[in-house]
Structures are given as structure tokens and as C-alpha cells.
């Protein structure tokens, strides 16, 4: 019988790679815990978590359960509070409910892993909980002004705010409207769906030394990713590998920032786990 129980939580989860992902973490640190995908809306979330037993050790959430979950917590991460919204929740011994976020740390050593440690300005697609921790991620790397391509000014409010928290200047761009950035990019990120048609100048000054980081992955390349003139490209499963490493920390050593032992064995396994 395995000793703890996971599961990451959404729907539609049937795709979820997850599963894939911390088992094979798992293996390699001989931990006889079971990590499944279980399919769960926002108005199941409450009942749900307050009916497991003291054998779960935590719990991986898709959107929107990333932020109809900081209601039920009893602790906030630093991260999570900064974006609005908690990936990773760790029960404690006593009961208690710790949400933490862990996409800022996957999308902030993509960067670094591609040899892009500090930005200067970036342009973020979409307005959603990913686009927050965009936001963070590129204030974290240096980003001093934020440009946010939205398709309604009004779904950037939030944005703003969460750049106003961090001291970052953020400029709202209708998506049609994204030519009208004059300022050189250092980085674009993307967090819209795959498939969705975008008017980034391509074959301007403005992207010819940006990285491009796609957080979407299936089918790869996006449309975006497959005309990209700037000089890097990472992809949504280097993102996905690497806040799942994360919380595989969390999960195991109750902080996702804290080294597993072998924990460059469990992110290489990982990375094999999904063919990266």
C-alpha cells in the first residue's frame, strides 16, 4: 500500500502529463506514493479537500483551482499571494492547508536554463493566472517595464495591480493593437491557448533579440513558436518539468525552493519522463 497520496486536480484532466512527471520523481527518491489525475470543478473543490484523510500529502491545481483555492488555505506562500493564485497545496500533519506557487519558479529557470538570466523589458500575451506569474518571473529577472497584449484592455486590470505591487511599470495592448509597441523586447511570453493568431511584429527590431517562451506544448510548435525570428525559443514542457520539480520539493521537504536529495537525478528523470 503506498504511504501518501497525490493527485493533481482540474478539468478536462485527462491529458494531464503530471502523473508522468512525479512518479518519476518519486521512483528515483524510493517513495511508495501514489500521484493519480483526478477530473474536479471549482464548485467540488471546497467538499473535496475538506474530505481527505491523513494519508494525502498534497495536491497539484489547474486552472481555475488555482485561485478558487486560496480561500480554503490556511497558509500563503509569498508567490502565491504576489500572483493571486496557488498551484501546490501541502497538507500538514495537523491538517492544516499550505498553497503555494510554483509556475513563477518554472517559468524563471526556463529562462535561466536557456541562458537568459536577467530582462530589461517583456512583453506577456494573455491576462490570465499564468500571465501573473509571468509577471512576477520577469520582475524576478530584472523586467523594469511589462507590456501586457490582452484582447480587452480590461482583462490586464489585475495585471496592473500585480505590477504596481512589484514596482514594475505595465502597459496594456490590445492584441490587434501589439505593432504599436516601439520599444525593443528582450523577452515575449506567452500564455494564450495553442493555436491563437497573434500580431507580433515578427520582422521588426522589436523581437529580433527576443526569447520567446511559449508555455503551451501540445501539439508543438504553436503557430507563434513555428515563426519566431528572435534568437531562443522554450517551450511549455520545459515550464511544466520544472514546477513540477517544484513541487516535488514542496511536497517531499515542505519548501519548493529547498534541494531534494538527488534532486538533479529527479529533474533529469523527469525531463526523460516526457522526452526533454
Known amino acids: 500500500m503506498a504511504t501518501a497520496r497525490l493527485a493533481v486536480l482540474g478539468s478536462p484532466i485527462a491529458h494531464s502529463l503530471s502523473p508522468d512527471l512525479h512518479r518519476a520523481a518519486y521512483r528515483v527518491l524510493g517513495l511508495d506514493w501514489a500521484y493519480d489525475a483526478l477530473e474536479l470543478t471549482g464548485d467540488a473543490l471546497p467538499e473535496f479537500v475538506r474530505s481527505r484523510d491523513s494519508t494525502w500529502r498534497g495536491l497539484s491545481l489547474t486552472m481555475p483551482l488555482k485561485r478558487n483555492i486560496l480561500p480554503l488555505l490556511d497558509e500563503v506562500s509569498e508567490v502565491a499571494r504576489e500572483t493571486g493564485s496557488a498551484n501546490t497545496v501541502v497538507f500538514g500533519s495537523g491538517g492544516d492547508l499550505r498553497g503555494f506557487n510554483t509556475d513563477v519558479h518554472g ?24 500571465a501573473a506569474s509571468a509577471l512576477v518571473a520577469a520582475r524576478r529577472l530584472g523586467a523594469s517595464t511589462i507590456f501586457v497584449g490582452v484582447r480587452s484592455a480590461d482583462r490586464a486590470a489585475g495585471l496592473v495591480e500585480i ?67 528572435g534568437l531562443t525559443v522554450i517551450g511549455g514542457l520545459e515550464m511544466l518539468v520544472l514546477q513540477a520539480h517544484a513541487q516535488v520539493r514542496a511536497f517531499v521537504n515542505g519548501d519548493p525552493e529547498q534541494p531534494l536529495d538527488r534532486d538533479d537525478e529527479v529533474l533529469a528523470a523527469m525531463l526523460s519522463a516526457v522526452g526533454l
Open 107 to 130: 517559468l524563471t529557470e526556463g529562462f535561466v536554463r536557456a541562458g537568459v538570466r536577467s530582462l530589461g523589458t517583456a512583453l506577456i500575451l494573455g491576462g490570465g493566472a499564468t
Open 163 to 229: 505590477g504596481r505591487a512589484q514596482g514594475v511599470t505595465v502597459q496594456v495592448r490590445e492584441l490587434e493593437r501589439l505593432i504599436q509597441i516601439d520599444e525593443p523586447l528582450d523577452a515575449v511570453i506567452s500564455t494564450l491557448p495553442n493555436g491563437v493568431d497573434v500580431a507580433v511584429p515578427l520582422d521588426s527590431d522589436i523581437v529580433r533579440e527576443a526569447t520567446l517562451f511559449d508555455v503551451a506544448y501540445s501539439p508543438w510548435p504553436t503557430p507563434l513558436a513555428a515563426t519566431w525570428s
